[in-house]
């Protein structure tokens, strides 16, 4: 069972492009955008944008070999690329949809909230890719 939506995964050309449309279009105050950080491991770039109830990830191509590169081939100007849910034990999780005959794109790695995630194959879901997140502890 999925619990809160944790973000929307936004993929974009340029981070400081969006950043600037989420802060001049739609008001969003600086200390709501967070700092870009690289992901080398995961090819890509990251920042995300605050808003009262959930988040928007934006994400960039790192590198030549980015997982979102053919995304961005076909989308030009950036995308809706998935959704995130959150789940309490990533691991459980992973059996659990496998046991549903959903495909799990890979191992559990840590995100870019620094816990672990799984993806779960758009066939799977109406077209749209799913992250889940485990919940951050603590929280
Ligand atoms: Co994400």
Redesign the pocket.
Known sequence: MIGRL??V?VAVPSIEAAKATYRDLYGVSDADITETKDMPTQGVR?AFVNVPNSQI?L?EPLGETSPIIKFLEKNPQGGQH?V?FEVADIHVAKAEMAARGATVLGEPRI??HGTL?IFVHPKNSNGVLI?L?ETPKGH
């Open positions: 944790n973000h995964g990251v990830e994400i998935h995130c995100g870019a995630v992250e997140m």
